[in-house]
């Protein structure tokens, strides 16, 4: 399996990860990178994976997360989350708020969610097929995570498409 270095995530992608008891394809990471205000968003109970590692903002950095969250209208957590992705000088940004993507394209980052894990854990082999698609059912209607019928639908025929 080819495990990504490192990456920055807000309160998002874990939260829907955890609601549909998945957190075991966060082993697609050697590092995660996560705030303080982005622990304090997971709800109390919510044990980060030992991969995830919560770090602080300089000083520079927490004025970062304050003008991303004044001028793109962001959550302390995912502004928090855009700052320390600078601040460590990691590209990948996972986040499932799409105002958070927009402000973090504009950052130079590269946001993506949890649907690109779950398809990552299939091209991966973390999951067959049929785990997949019933990972994206779950997230579909077990999660708190908006995704549209024909999101869904999109992204399940991306994994039957996709050839191992």
Known sequence: MARIEAAVFDAGPLIHLQQINSLGMLSLFKRILVSEHVCQELRSGFHLPKNCFITDLAGESKDLAK????????????????????????????????????????FGLEPHGTLAILTR????????????????????????????????????????????
């Not at 091209?123 to 067959?128: F, P, V």
């Not at 994206?136 to 191992?164: C, F, G, M, P």
């Open 121 to 164: 854990a299939y091209r991966e082999n973390m999951l067959g097929k049929r785990d997949a698609i019933s990972c994206l059912e779950k997230l579909h209607s077990d999660s708190n995570l908006y995704l549209t019928r024909d999101l869904v639908d999109w992204a399940r025929k991306q994994i039957e498409s996709y050839r191992k």
């Open 67 to 106: 003008l991303a969250s004044e001028r793109y209208d962001l959550g302390l957590g995912e502004a928090s989350a855009i700052a320390l992705a600078k601040q460590e000088r990691i590209k990948l940004l996972f986040t499932d708020d799409l105002t958070a993507r927009d402000a973090a394209k504009r």
